[in-house]
């Protein structure tokens, strides 16, 4: 007997199996909890020094990008056509140095669509040294996605892979609300969470010593 075989339009089946499965995970950074992180940066420790990135920074960032070696080849061009020309404003995209040394980089590019204005964070990076250092990573994070805020953005959205504890730990003990968006995402934020959730307590429970000491 012949199989009955509907055809599907190629778009109309990814947009399908997207609703299933998607490798990565997403989450939304509110834009009052951008607004509140940039408000309560401290002052950097000494020997850091944020700037914005400029196509002079462009070979000094792939060399960055390029040693996590989940984020593929970088080479000075790519970071240039991917981050650098793609950034909702030349205040979203910046590198922390340490001693004159780049030790850290993140981006906000455009990803908005034709009804809303989405901002897209992407590449934070620090070397594994200059990590664990909250308000290092902090200004890395606030500085240069709290400029969607400024711009009125509609949203604002990372993304990572599920296996990424340390900036999901870093992102959900701020604020950041998981989208599940997919059926698997419900699986795999059940999964993180858990795997957080100790490390989200004790982050808790350090805050609101921190904030009942003050
Ligand atoms: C993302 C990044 C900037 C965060 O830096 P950071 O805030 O300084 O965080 P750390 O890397 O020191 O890790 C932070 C926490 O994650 C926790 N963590 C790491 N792996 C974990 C795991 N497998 N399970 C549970 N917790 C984990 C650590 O215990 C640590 O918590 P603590 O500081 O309360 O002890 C940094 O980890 C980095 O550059 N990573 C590589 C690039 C990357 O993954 N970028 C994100 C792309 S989406």
Redesign the pocket.
């Known amino acids: 007997m012949p199989s009955l075989r509907i055809p599907l339009p190629k778009n109309l089946a990814r947009l399908i199996a997207s609703f299933i499965y998607q490798p990565r995970v997403t989450y939304e950074f509110p834009i009052a909890m951008l607004e509140n992180g940039r408000k309560s940066l401290h002052v950097l420790p000494d020997g850091y020094e944020y700037r914005l990135a400029t196509e002079a920074d462009c070979a000094a960032i792939a060399t960055l990008l390029t040693a996590?070696t989940g984020f593929g080849t970088w080479t000075a061009e790519r970071v240039k056509s991917e981050l650098l020309d793609r950034l909702i404003d030349p205040r979203a995209g910046a590198i922390m140095l340490y001693k004159g040394t780049p030790v850290g980089c993140g981006f906000v590019t455009d990803a908005s669509t034709r009804r809303k204005r989405v901002a897209h964070g992407m590449?934070?990076?620090?070397t594994p040294a200059h990590?664990?250092?909250?308000p290092v990573?902090h200004y890395?994070v606030y500085q240069t996605m709290a400029v969607a805020a400024d711009l009125n953005y509609d949203r604002v959205i990372?993304?990572?892979d599920p296996w990424?504890?340390?900036?999901l730990?870093?992102h959900l003990s701020n604020g950041c609300v998981p989208l599940k968006n997919s059926l698997y995402s419900h699986i795999q934020w059940f999964m993180i969470e858990r795997?957080?959730r100790p490390?989200l307590t004790?982050?808790a429970k350090r805050q609101a010593r921190k904030a009942a000491a003050n």
């Open positions: 996590d590449y934070l990076y620090f990590r664990g250092k909250k990573t890395g990372g993304e990572s990424r504890f340390s900036v730990l870093l795997r957080l490390a004790a982050l």
